[in-house]
């Protein structure tokens, strides 16, 4: 290797072929270029006029400098330039390689293998050893452990299998490891870190250092992982929390919501504040889109700390209902719960049952309306599971009144108070402001909701702060008490209008949105069992099916502890209930790597990286050749210049050799086409969407495909002539591959020689007619319908599996016999056949069939040659006959266009005549 | 006649049109002849004898054996004498056109321009379509067929131009023509000079008149080529290895010009007319001349 400043060469000795430029030098000026052959006839007028000057013909200078520069770039080239070379590593012993494949590691992991791969190059060429440590755990649970020595080729093969993983990093595993290393000479080290700091990172880069030196590769501060803590949940929203590394500039950061397929939901940007290091973020999510939320994560970020995965504690709180009286469908209005149902099922899931049923499943929100005494046993269930986080929300009533049980947070007195009834001279009380402690604060009070019966709660010192609502007189209204980590809360009037016409505001609503929001989810109850994974993070932040390696986990361990090799952070449990581990619950904080011991180098990753110059050169190389070549053809006039053709056999080499640059230059373009094939679909997508074509399905057949192009051709001249339609004409339409949405009519000649459709096709042909689509399906035998002929069955055969409805032949009032001309049948090369189409019509589309099904050729009878004349005679003939297949081909097309908009207007003459009586 | 290729007796009519378009400008051409080749064809030549033509030339006294159909009554009623009425000898002239067909003139220096042999064939049919228009014969030199004067000898003619040729060297072969008719030779005219003298002189020696006409391409005049160049000939001469083309081009037009006034020359002393034209001026201006030429009385 020769080392020249940043450039170096692997195979210096090629150099010495740069002697050999000056005696190439010389060959060329000695030899002339060869010269232009031309036909002259009065040659003989030329004879003997050359002896007056003789000058050698020479090569231009300028085509030996191009040729001179031409084979130094090659020899150049061949001498394996490297810019930016590796230098060798400092010492003589062995080289060791720290690699961070911790879940920071992800963010820019191919510039790390980059790095990686440049570091073993130079050990491979300076012989050395190498050791290998990845910091991080292995799949199967091994801590991480040098591997080494080793020679330079091996390590490259076992540094390609490292891969960054979705736990943390365990440096120290690592260093024990490296401490126990017995080393040659003196060693040197490179670390490979994630530039994020750790309890053993000093000592760490400590050890290496003693090691015989080290240097510590990590990101700056802006290039470093980000956090993104598990959202909490605000009202129909999610926020998110974003940590940075290392306090610096202002910085946006995008987090976006994606759904269980990969759709994006929602992108929120946010910024972290100058010095801070973390940021905040508001996903406002409408609340169906945010049942849908899967994952979180940062964008442009691709690590497991950047993903947070989003299971049922992220969901719509379920909401269980439970009335006090028998629900009648007699009166809705009157039910208990005929408005619960109304105000929570926007933005909740609302179940309704017994207690024992809806407590058998996860809950969030349990309301009791009007629900008297419980039984002990249903007490003891609510009380439970209220102590485990739940929300118990009670409407008072009649019955409650008179058997309030030991569920609510104040004792009540038995009786209610009425206001405003026949004997009392007070009038229904508004509600009061909300106080602050309340959950409800800030919510705005309509002035017109009124409370007219309520039940009373015993005065009791801690009722007043237990008071969420009261009336304008200062009885509470809305009462709750915490109960483990659970709340109880008691509404002292009804859910229905009985008592209050509370039930009948928006206030409603929010009030049980605020309820609602209090509550602490449903997977906080321990499960029993084990959850499977379902499906686990990889190191680069993507959900994969988990690998053999990820083990089930215990239900009751299921928590930040448990992260780990074995449970990497994903999904758990099972398809319906799954329940997300995020690697940002165990890892909560992040600092960038700092506190290196003096004498540490500390250097990035980016400005690493030889470029081989190699391809470059010999490029530069060969396109001089190519200029060289056309340069030489020009001087002997073979290109431009004389029209006369050398026919001289000595000149036959040059034609070659231009043919042969030629197709060189032939070849670029056509190595490029497989570029162009595959935006294929692209160009026909839109030719197809510039203008209304008339598609026809490629059968295969080229004869049949052939005559119903100029069929549909034909068809396009008559529409162009007679009608507003503009047709653009005929357009071939390959099932398997073309989008079917652009046409708004197909023209399906059945040919026995087309293979069925695959089911891809099918499913698609089935969008295109759900869609508004239209096929004309032509059996070309004249005798579909009647009696049936072989184009019936092949259609059959072809169209298995086509969703087409039930058809029935074209009835006479159809909108075909009259969408443009007024038609009795629908000749086309043969008459007489049938036209079948949908039998039931209004059904979709408007009442437009999505097929028509015929046998009588019609393509055959429209086909015209390139000056116009009909290809095909028409049985049992006449020009009317054609001219009539035509006008079925203008109404069919029409129809296709207008759909059923003729039909209404028969009726016009009709509603005109009721109109003038 | 054989019969003969489609492809040819198209090329032919349109070569035939192509000379109608050229000549439709011109007034029918008249030969200026003192002296018409002597044929008993009827042409506008008066002979200033009796014999049959249109224009009255004398009365003479009914002899016996007067077919008595020749007897003009009118003037045989004025006198007591029966007269006859002759008409003067009217005669066409026979011109004979020839067009160099050798393989160098097959060449031209750009795709732009016609072949020399394209143009000295254009040429040589408008000049006979305009002498057909006059009444005059025309015929090929060398062509095989007899001189004639309506549509059917002009299509003759160019289906053999169109036709294979009638080859030769550059130069046309010495052939017993008829004294005292009219000779047209369009070529390069590039064969040595000596050579072009026997042929003039032995047409000259049988009191021809002719014209000749050098046809070029620009390539030719200007030989505008540069640098080393290696020139190969139309008709088998031995390639020449130029080394500067543009070290010779003064020497080349010093050649091209004697050799020219050589053929001047040749021709005042024959007392034939010689032009010159280029293939990269419009065929109007040559086919101006050459009537001009033509029609003509020779000067001294």
């Given amino acids: ?917 | 006649m054989s019969q003969t290729p489609a492809p040819v007796a198209a090329e032919a009519l349109r070569a035939q049109q192509r000379a109608e378009a050229l000549s439709s400008a011109l007034p029918p051409l008249l030969v200026a002849a003192e002296r018409v080749a002597a044929t008993v064809a009827q042409g506008v030549h008066g002979r200033r004898r009796v014999g049959t033509g249109e224009t009255f030339w004398q009365y003479r006294r009914y002899e016996p054996g007067d077919a008595s159909t020749m007897i003009d009554w009118r003037q045989s009623a004025k006198t007591q004498r029966v007269f006859v009425r002759e008409n003067e000898w009217e005669a066409a002239q026979t011109a004979w056109l020839w067009s160099d067909a050798s393989p160098s003139m097959d060449w031209r220096s750009d795709r732009g321009l016609p072949t020399k042999r394209e143009r000295a064939e254009l040429l040589v049919m408008a000049l006979a379509v305009l002498l057909a228009r006059g009444g005059e014969r025309v015929a090929l030199l060398g062509g095989g067929q007899p001189p004639g004067t309506n549509r059917f000898a002009l299509a003759r003619m160019a289906m053999t131009l169109s036709g294979p040729g009638l080859g030769g060297d550059g130069l046309p072969s010495p052939a017993p023509l008829p004294r005292h008719a009219m000779l047209m030779l369009a070529g390069d005219l590039l064969s040595p000079l000596p050579d072009i003298h026997r042929v003039v002189s032995s047409f000259a020696a049988r009191g021809l008149r002719g014209h000749l006409l050098q046809v070029l391409d620009p390539a030719e005049e200007t030989l505008p080529y540069d640098g080393r160049v290696e020139f190969a000939g139309l008709e088998g001469e031995e390639d020449l290895l130029v080394p500067r083309v543009e070290a010779v081009r003064a020497a080349y037009r010093e050649r091209l010009e004697a050799h020219r006034a050589g053929l001047a020359a040749l021709a005042r002393a024959a007392g034939w007319s010689y032009a010159v034209h280029r293939t990269d001026r419009p065929p109007q201006s040559a086919l101006l001349a050459l009537y001009g030429a033509v029609s003509q009385q020779p000067v001294g």
Wanted: proline share 8%.
């Fill in chain 1, 1 to 917: 290797m020769l080392s020249l400043g940043p450039l170096a060469f692997m195979a210096p000795w090629v150099l010495a072929a740069l002697l050999v430029l000056p005696v190439l030098w010389w060959l060329l000026r000695l030899t002339p270029p060869s010269p232009r052959v031309i036909r002259f006839p009065a040659i003989r007028l030329l004879r003997d006029l050359i002896s007056r000057e003789e000058t050698p013909a020479r090569t231009p200078w300028w085509l030996l400098l191009l040729r001179l520069v031409l084979a130094g770039i090659a020899i150049l080239a061949l001498a394996q330039p490297v810019l930016n070379p590796r230098t060798a590593p400092p010492g003589t012993g062995p080289l060791v390689l720290v690699v961070d494949n911790g879940w920071g590691s992800g963010r820019d992991w191919p510039a790390r293998q980059r790095t990686l791969g440049d570091l073993l190059d130079g050990a491979d060429r300076a012989g050395r050893p190498v050791v290998l440590v990845p910091t991080a755990a292995a799949p199967g649970g091994e801590p991480p452990g040098a591997i080494g020595p080793v020679r330079a080729g091996e390590a490259r093969r076992l540094a390609q299998t490292l891969e960054p993983r979705p736990w943390p990093s365990d440096r120290r595993a690592a260093l024990e490891s490296i401490r126990k290393l017995q080393l040659q000479g003196s060693a040197y080290a490179v670390w490979l870190s994630d530039g994020l700091d750790g309890p053993e990172a000093a000592e760490l880069a400590e050890t290496l250092q003693r090691l015989g030196g080290a240097e510590v590769l990590a990101e700056a501060a802006g290039g470093l992982p980000r956090l993104l803590l598990p959202p909490s949940v605000e009202g129909a929203g999610l926020t998110a929390r974003v940590l940075r590394a290392a306090p610096g500039p202002s910085e946006p950061v995008t987090v976006r919501a994606a759904g269980g397929d990969g759709r994006i939901l929602a992108r929120e940007t946010a910024a972290f504040g100058e010095g801070r290091k973390d940021a905040e973020l508001r996903l406002e999510l409408p609340a169906e889109l945010r049942n849908e939320v899967a994952r979180l994560s940062i964008e442009g970020e691709s690590t497991a700390g950047g993903t947070v995965l989003l299971d049922e504690r992220w969901r719509r709180r379920p909401v269980g209902l439970v009335a006090g009286r028998s629900e009648g469908s007699d009166q809705p209005l009157l039910n208990d719960l005929y408005y619960l149902d109304r105000a929570l099922s926007p933005f909740s899931e609302v179940r309704r049952g017994t207690v024992g049923d809806l407590l058998g499943r996860d809950l969030s929100v349990l309301i009791l309306a009007d629900v008297g005494a419980l039984t002990d046993t249903e007490a003891d269930r609510i009380e439970a599971w209220v102590r485990r986080g739940g929300v118990l929300v009670r409407f008072a009533g009649p019955r409650l009144a008179q058997h309030a049980d030991r569920l609510v947070p104040a004792r009540l007195r038995v009786g209610d108070r009425t206001l405003g009834g026949a004997l009392s001279w007070s009038n229904p009380l508004p509600l009061a402001p909300f106080p602050e402690q309340s959950p409800f604060a800030g919510l705005p009070v309509p002035p017109d909701v009124t409370v007219a019966r309520q039940v009373l709660a015993e005065p009791t010192l801690e009722l007043a702060e237990r008071t969420w609502a009261r009336l304008s007189d200062g009885t509470p209204l809305v009462t709750a008490a915490r109960e483990g980590e659970g709340r109880i809360v008691l509404v002292h009037t009804t859910a229905n209008p009985d008592w209050s016409n509370l039930a009948l505001s928006g206030l409603f609503v929010q009030m049980l949105q605020r309820v609602t929001a209090l509550s602490a989810g449903v997977a906080e109850g321990v499960g029993s069992g084990t959850l499977e994974p379902v499906e686990v993070l990889d190191g680069l932040g993507r959900l994969i099916p988990p690998p053999s390696t990820v083990f089930p986990l215990p239900a009751r361990e299921f928590g930040p502890d448990a992260l780990g090799p074995r449970h990497p952070p994903g999904f758990y449990g099972t398809d319906e209930a799954r329940r997300a581990l995020n690697l940002t619950t165990k890892v909560t904080t992040l600092d960038m790597l700092r506190g290196l011991p003096a004498g540490v180098s500390r250097t990035g990753y980016a400005e690493r990286g030889e470029t081989p110059l190699q391809p470059w050169l010999l490029g530069i190389a060969l396109a001089l050749a190519v200029f060289d070549l056309v340069l030489a053809l020009l001087l002997r006039g073979l290109l431009g210049g004389s029209r006369v053709r050398a026919r001289r056999p000595a000149t036959k080499a040059t034609t070659a050799a231009s043919t042969a640059a030629a197709l060189a230059l032939l070849a670029l373009p056509m190595v490029l086409s497989g570029e162009a094939r595959a935006q294929d679909p692209e160009a026909f997508a839109s030719k197809a969407a510039g203008a209304t074509w008339l598609g026809y399905v490629v059968t295969g057949d080229g004869a049949l495909d052939e005559m119903t192009r100029a069929g549909l051709e034909g068809l396009s001249r008559v529409l162009n002539q007679r009608t507003a339609a503009e047709t653009a004409g005929a357009m071939a339409v390959n099932l398997e591959l073309d989008e079917l949405n652009l046409f708004p009519l197909l023209y399906w000649a059945v040919s026995p020689s087309q293979p069925r459709p695959s089911d891809d096709a099918i499913s698609r042909l089935n969008a295109y007619l759900r869609n508004g689509g239209m096929i004309l399906f032509d059996t070309r035998d004249g005798r579909f319908g009647a009696g049936g002929g072989p184009g019936g069955d092949r259609l059959q055969e072809l169209v298995e599996g086509l969703d087409v409805p039930a058809l029935a032949p074209a009835p006479p009032e159809h909108v075909l016999t009259k969408s443009f001309y007024l038609l009795q049948d629908f000749p086309g090369r043969y008459a007489g056949g049938e036209v079948w189409v949908e039998a039931r019509e209004g059904r979709i589309n408007d009442g437009v069939t999505s097929v028509v099904v015929g046998g009588n050729d019609w393509a055959g009878a429209w086909a015209v040659d390139g000056s116009g004349r009909p290809l095909n005679a028409v049985v049992p003939g006449g020009e009317r006959q054609r001219e009539m297949a035509y006008r079925f081909g203008v109404n069919l097309v029409m129809y296709v266009l207008t759909g059923n908009y003729k039909a209404d207007q028969v009726h016009v003459p009709a509603i005109l005549e009721r109109l003038g009586q």
